[in-house]
T-cell receptor, first 116, second 113 residues
Framework: EAGVTQFPSHSVIEKGQTVTLRCDPI?????LYWYRRVMGKEIKFLLH????????ESGMPNNRFLAERTGGTYSTLKVQPAELEDSGVYFC??????????????FGNGTRLTVT | QQQVKQSPQSLIVQKGGISIINCAYE??????FPWYQQFPGKGPALLIA?????SEKKEGRFTISFNKSAKQFSLHIMDSQPGDSATYFC????????????FGQGTRLTINP
C-alpha cells in the first residue's frame, strides 16, 4: 500500500508570503495528524482530523495557520503570512483507528519549510 | 514545558556495542510509550512500543525497559549495526483517544563500523 505522501518536500519562501502544504494519507485512514519539528527541538502535535472534522487543534501555534481536510481525504496546511519562526519540518501522519496500540501512526517524509 | 525529556542528544557507539537512550516523562496519565526511528529525509517510523503494565519488551535487538515509579523508560539496541544509525525519538501518549504524541527531543545515533 502507498504510504503517507506529502508535497512539496521542500519549500523556501520569504517572510510575509503564503505557503500551502499538502498531505495524502494512507487510503482508508480516517485519522490524519499534523506535527511540526522546529530545528533541533521535539516534534510537536499541531492538530488531528477524523475524516473531515477537526477533533483537536490545540497545538496550532496561532491563527496564521489554517488546516483543512475537505471530503475527508487529503489535507492542506496553509501558513499565511509566514514568519521566520515557522521554519521547520512539517509532518503529516495517518492512522486507521483513533486510538489503541494496534493502530500505529504512519508518518510521511515531511515538508521542510524555510522562511527567509 | 517539555513533558518528555530525552538523553543524550547524540550518541556514538562502536559496531557490536550496546546503544542506550533514556527518556523521562512527567504526566502519570500517559499509558503508551512508543519509540520512533527516523532516517535522513524520511519520516519517523514506529520501532517498538510498551505499556506500563510490563517492565520490559523485546523485539529482536531492540528492548524497551520501563520504570513506572521513576517515570522513566529507555531503549537498548544490542549488537548495534551501522544500519541502526538514525535519529531516535521516544514519545508518550494516552492509548485511548487520539494519538496526540508528546515527543522527546530526539537522539542522533551513529554506529561506527
Amino acid at each position: 500500500e502507498a504510504g503517507v505522501t506529502q508535497f512539496p518536500s521542500h519549500s523556501v519562501i520569504e517572510k510575509g508570503q503564503t505557503v500551502t502544504l499538502r498531505c495524502d494519507p494512507i487510503s482508508g485512514h480516517d485519522n490524519l495528524y499534523w506535527y511540526r519539528r522546529v530545528m533541533g527541538k521535539e516534534i510537536k502535535f499541531l492538530l488531528h482530523f477524523v475524516k473531515e472534522s477537526k477533533q483537536d487543534e490545540s497545538g496550532m501555534p496561532n491563527n496564521r495557520f489554517l488546516a483543512e481536510r475537505t471530503g475527508g481525504t487529503y489535507s492542506t496546511l496553509k501558513v499565511q503570512p509566514a514568519e521566520l519562526e515557522d521554519s521547520g519540518v512539517y509532518f503529516c501522519a495517518s492512522s486507521l483507528m483513533t486510538g489503541g496500540s494496534n493502530s500505529p501512526l504512519h508518518f510521511g517524509n515531511g515538508t521542510r519549510l524555510t522562511v527567509t | 514545558q517539555q513533558q518528555v525529556k530525552q538523553s543524550p542528544q547524540s550518541l556514538i557507539v562502536q559496531k557490536g556495542g550496546i546503544s542506550i537512550i533514556n527518556c523521562a516523562y512527567e504526566n502519570t496519565a500517559f499509558d503508551y510509550f512508543p519509540w520512533y526511528q527516523q532516517f535522513p529525509g524520511k519520516g519517523p517510523a514506529l520501532l517498538i512500543a510498551i505499556r506500563p503494565d510490563v517492565s520490559e519488551k523485546k523485539e529482536g535487538r531492540f528492548t524497551i525497559s520501563f520504570n513506572k515509579s521513576a517515570k522513566q523508560f529507555s531503549l537498548h539496541i544490542m549488537d548495534s549495526q551501522p544500519g541502526d544509525s538514525a535519529t531516535y525519538f521516544c514519545a508518550a501518549t494516552l492509548i485511548q483517544g487520539a494519538q496526540k504524541l508528546v515527543f522527546g527531543q530526539g537522539t542522533r545515533l551513529t554506529i561506527n563500523p
